[in-house]
Structure formats: C-alpha cells, structure tokens
C-alpha cells in the first residue's frame, strides 16, 4: 500500500469493471494501513452496498463515524454523501436507474432534508416509470420547498425534474403543488415558462385536459401576469374546457394587450374562438368578425409580411369562422387566399435553405408504386378519423405506398388511433414542429402529399407552406387553405358551384360522384326516449345536433317558423356549447317568433360516437344548419334513414348536405332559398307519407349510392392520384406510361 495513487487506481478500475471483492479487498487493506482515513471507510460501505450487502455497508459507515465529536461528524457525513453522489451520478449516465436510485435512498436516509438528492430520487424514479403518489409525498420536497429561503438547492435541477414529469401525471395534484412550490425560487421566470407552456399545450390538446393544463398557466402567471403567450393559450384551454366566461375575458384581456397588426389579428381570432364556442352570442361575435376582417385586409394592404414564426403560422387560421358568420364566397376566398399567401412568404423566408432545398428536389421516375402522404391531427376519434377510414382500408398496396403523419401524436385509449397506426405502411408519430414534420416527408420521398386539416390546424399549414412533396392537396377536413404550395383541392360535382373555381387559388379537382364516402357507422344501443323528454309518442320530433359555431340566428328563426307551423312538434338542440348561452340564445328567438320555450329540448353530448347516432332515431326530422352546413352529423343522418332539410348556399360549407343528398338521391328537403327551407321543414313535419318514403329510399340507397360505397370511392381517388402525378411528371418532360391516359371519369378544373 505505499503507492497510495497506484492502488486507489486500482480500486477505481476494479469499481468500474463491477470487480467488487477485488476493490474491497483493497480498501480493507488500506482501513488497517491508515484507519484514521475515513475516506477509505466510505467506499469500502459504498462497494458493500453494491454488492446488495446492505447491513454490512451501514455498519461499515456507522463505525467510522461513531467516534467523532458532533463538527467532525457533519464534515465526514458530508464526505460520505459527496462519495455515494459521485458514485449515483456515474451510474445514472451508464442508465443504471435502479443502481443510482438504491444509493440515494441511502443517502436520502443519512440527509433526509437534502433537496438535491430528493429530486435526483424523482427524476429516477420517473425514468423507471416506478413514481408513486406516496413515494412522492414521502419524500417531503413540497414541504421542504414551503418552508421558504434560504434553502439550499439546486434551482436548474428543479426545472429539470418539473420538465422530466410526463404529462399525464400533471392529473395528480402533487405535480401541480410541486410546480407552485418552485415559483418562490424561479429567477428567471422564461426558463420556467420555456418548460411549462410546451407541458400545457401537450396536456391540453394531445391528452385532452385543458382544465389541468390551464392550472398549469395560471400558476405561471403568478411570476409573469401580463405574458401575451400565455394569456392567449389560456384562453383557449378555459374555451376548451367550457369555461367560457374565463375563455372570453381572458382573450379579450390578452387582445388588449396586444402591440403590433399581426399580433392584433391573433388575438382578436381568440376572442371570436370564445363568444362562437359559447354559443348564443352572435351579434357579439359578429360584430368581432367585422372588426377581424378589417384587421386582415389592412394586413393585406400594407403587405406586412410577419418576422415572427409562430404569428405567421397563427395568421393562416385568423379567418377560421368567417364561413360561420357569413355566406360570401367571393369575399371570403378573396381574404383566405390573399391571407394564406402572405404567411407562406413569411414561412418561405424563415425556413428559406429548407425550402431551396425541397426546389431542388431531383426529377422523379414513372416507376410505381406511388409513395402517398396523409397529414392530419385527426387520426383518431374525431369526425375526419371516422371518414377517412375506408381509403385507408382499401388502398391498392401494390400501386400505393402509404404514409401517414400523425400530428401532435400522444399515446391514448383510442383505439381508433391504434388502428390507423396499423394502417399505413410507414406511421410517423410527430409532435408539432412543422419543420420538422416537413423535413420527414421530404426524407420519405413522398409523392403526392394530402393535407386532411387544411386551415383547422396551423401546424398542417406550415407544413404545406414549405412544399415537402412535388404535388400537394388539400381533402375532407376543410375548405380549402388558399396556400400557393398546395396543388389542388379535392371536390365533386356539387360541393362547390360550377364558377367556383374563379375564386379558388388551388385547382378544383372533381371526382366523379362525392368526394367523400363511407361504408357505414357503428350505431349502438340509444340511451334517449320520448317519455324521458316528456315529449308525447305522437309529436313530430325535429332535432339539430350541431356545436354551438354553427347556429346562424337567422336560421334558429326559420326553425321556429317550422316548429310554430307545425303543431304538437317539438325541436331538440344538442352540440358543443355554453349550456344557458345557447339556451337562451334560443329561448330569446323562439319568444320573438311566438314560439314556446317549452317545445324546446337541450341535450348533452355523449361520449360514445355510436351511442350518439343511434340517438338520432329520436328524430323525425333534422333541421340543417346554415350558412355552415353539417358534415359528418349529415351523413350520419342520412345513414339511419331520417329525412332533412339544408340550405344550399355558394361556399363549400354551405354546399356539404347538399352534395350527400344528391349522391343518396334525395331531393326533397333540399332548399335553395330561406323560404324553401321553412317549407321543406313544414311539409316533412306534416306529411308523414313522405318521410317514411325517404326513409324507406335512404336505407335502400345503402345497396347503391356511391356514398356508402368506400371501395369505389377509393378507386376514384387513387385514379385521381394517377393523374395528378402524370400531369407532374408532363411538366417536368418525364416519361409517361401508358396506363396514364385511360380514363375520363376524374376531372380537373
């Protein structure tokens, strides 16, 4: 043992190659060559407990320790924590989580009050998924951190445990109080708001808990009360979680605070987001509109083309409800479209090397099989997962390669999600970089790219604004973007009118019969009944089962026309809204058309989708919304045999029953004036001959329209695929198989 260096090296090397008795053995030897060293007697207990000898390293420590006086005692207990931190830190970077937590239990037992190694505990046992909820509180950091400066600990550790916490666990009230606890010691509030806002969004949007992730965000505020960012997203988590009071003053809070034109135009969209979620505050969110379409076509005039990342990407959505509000095609393709191009000149100048890059893309053979990109958020229980289902069922896969790009990806109980991801040949699971997310699809070489958001989501925006794919469309989950990047927008004979493509910047590709089909829906076992309403067995029973967007003031009128003329009827309102706003929005109405509030009826939403079609059996009638038509809830309604009256407008949503109809074969109950409309609801209330008749030709046209023919429709897409990619490859002088060139039945405007 004379060569101290030599043999301290020796132990070292013995630790790391796990030659445990070999290094005991030499700290053994040093004990009896220099016991006064209590170095020695800490790694000696350190090796012990390594080897799972957990009694015989505590004795090892106690007895070194239990013969100083009490100021030696605290420098050798300091000594012994540093070696077993050393020696916990090696070991969670070699990921021997189970190894690293075990030593800090120990050194959680000699300190208990050490905060640092208190969190290095949580950290571990959230990388080992093992943190309980009474792990956590016996550990005491909330208490300790309670107890207010000084207190000695490291800050950026803290952060990091507060960021390493999934996000489902923010559910447990400890991970919130941890987060309040930390806010007496955060300096620096933007390193907190760098972890906690990414958190929330997740939280919110991904695992649907916008009550938790808005707790989230007030706690911030405590450190930050007039964060623009902040205020913003928490508007809309209180929306989100029908807190619409909050979500209203909140937005209208943050819009006040509101600097530049851009920022002004952001913030002003929220504030519409909130009084058109609540329900029942039309004129309000009227009133709004006009001031956001003020705000837009200044934007346009001066060509302010933002700096700003993120409020360029919130600018493509801005006109989102105007379709709601207001039935204006021209004006309203005129300021999407102007409003579309804008921000892809603002994405085209930020990501400006990604961009030159995807330009230069090399030219790209005939060869088959297509590769074909989906881009959603919607692959999962929502109304675009539900249709979208049968092209992915009956894809060619000899001819098309399927990818799809799930955005803002979260593991859920849906197994609806499950089942896309076991649909496509490649599944990116991706959160929500945009760039990123493009930067995938351009590696993937993918040809031909569908955006199933369009304008309902930004990130789906600043994708297709970067152009990752040669041909780019837009299909099924909204009117089309108007971003120059994007190649076509997918339709049919009857969703758009024929001159629409005048006010389109995209081309109009019409497939032959629908763009959309389905093969059917899942319909459970109903949970409403006319006696649980108090409605008589023999009343006309009317129904509308749209969120609170979309009920136009003007149509709730006709609607109470129709009830007033129809006697013993009564009308059924259900969707996503404030419940008293909505009430009394309708209540107000029916008092002024000399209707009974009585002879209305407000629904809850139910959580099951097949639960809620087969609820619609209720119905002897549905009355379609107007100037935004339904979609999904129309097809559903259709599917199970009940007649309905729609409002024709020009704009695609205005146009969506309308184009199922007639692919059903239904014409009755399709309006193409306010008068129409009021007289389609009367004569389908009154004549029950004839709502039986469509009954009896809705449930017979599921042997024959090309609406509930999933297969074919499939065909149809994909030939329009074919052709799209031939007109690219023509434009780029490449050869043309023949196969190219045989049929006629997809059209191109």
Known sequence: ?????????????????????????????????????????????????????????????????????????????????????????????????????????????????????????????????????????????????????????????????????????????????????????????????????????????????????????????????????????????????????????????????????????????????????????????????????????????????????????????????????????????????????????????????????????????????????????????????????????????????????????????????????????QAYKAGIDGLEIAEKIYTDAIDILIDLDSITLDTTCEVMALKPAPVQVTWLGWDASGIPAIDYFIADPYVVPDSAQDYYSEKLWRLPQTYIAVDGFEVGVPTLRRDQLDIPSNAIVYLSSQNGYKHHPDTIRWQMQILKAVSNSYFLIKGKAEEESIKNFFNQIAEEEGVSCDRLRFLPTVVSESVHRANLSIADVVLDTYPYNGATTTLETLWMGIPIVTRVGEQFAARNSYTMMMNVGVTEGIAWTDEEYIEWGIRLGKNSLLRQQISWRLRQSRQTSPLWNGKQFTRDMEQAYEQMWHKYLESNNSYLPSYFFNSDSVSEE
Not at 115 to 127: G, M, Q, R, T
């Open 1 to 425: 043992m004379t060569n101290i260096a030599n043999w301290q090296q020796q132990a070292a090397q013995h630790l790391v190659e796990q030659n445990y008795i070999q290094a005991a053995n030499l700290y053994e030897q040093a004990i009896a060559t220099e016991p006064d060293v209590k170095s020695h007697y800490w790694h000696l207990g350190l090796i012990l407990l390594l080897q799972g000898k957990e009694e015989e390293a505590q004795m090892t420590w106690f007895f070194a320790l239990a013969e100083g006086e009490p100021e030696q005692v605290d420098l050798w207990t300091a000594e012994l924590i540093g070696v077993l931190q050393a020696e916990a830190t090696r070991q969670e970077k070699q990921a021997n989580y189970s190894v690293a937590w075990a030593i800090r239990q120990h050194i959680r037992e000699i300190s208990p009050t050490n905060v640092n190694n208190l969190l290095h505990l949580v950290e571990l046992a959230i990388k080992q998924e093992r943190l309980t909820d009474e792990d956590f509180s016996a550990y005491g950091i909330i208490e300790l951190l309670k107890l207010g400066k000084p207190i000695s600990f490291d800050i950026n550790l803290l952060l990091h445990v507060i960021q390493s916490i999934p996000e489902q666990d923010f559910s447990h009230p400890l991970a919130l109080e941890l987060v309040e606890a930390s806010l007496a010691y955060v300096q620096e509030p933007i390193n907190l708001l760098a972890i906690l806002l990414p958190k929330s969004i997740k939280i919110a949007y991904s695992q649907k808990c916008p009550q938790i992730a808005a707790r989230i965000l007030e706690l911030y505020l405590r450190l930050d009360a007039e964060n623009i960012e902040v205020l913003r997203h928490l508007a809309c988590f209180y929306q989100d979680a029908r807190d619409h009071t909050k979500g209203i003053d909140t937005a209208k809070l943050c819009n006040s605070k509101s600097q530049t034109l851009p920022e002004k135009i952001c913030t002003t969209h929220v504030v519409l987001r909130g009084l058109m979620s609540a329900g029942g505050h039309w004129q309000e969110a009227y009133e709004v509109m006009l001031q956001q379409e003020k705000l837009v076509l200044l934007l346009l005039k001066e060509q302010l083309i933002p700096q700003n990342e993120i409020v360029a990407q919130r600018l493509f959505n801005c006109a989102y409800f105007f379709p709601y509000l207001r039935g204006d095609l021209k004006n309203y393709r005129y300021i999407q479209n102007q409003l579309a191009q804008l921000c892809q000149l603002s994405v085209q100048l930020y990501a400006k090397e990604q961009v030159e890059r995807y330009r230069q893309r090399s030219g790209k053979n005939s060869k088959k099989p297509l590769k074909i990109g989906y881009l959603s958020h919607c692959f999962k229980s929502h109304s675009v997962g539900w249709l979208a289902r049968w092209i992915f069922q009956y894809h060619d896969r000899e001819q098309f390669k399927i990818y799809s790009y799930f955005i803002g990806y979260s593991k859920l109980n849906d197994p609806l999600q499950e089942w896309y991801l076991n649909q496509a040949d």
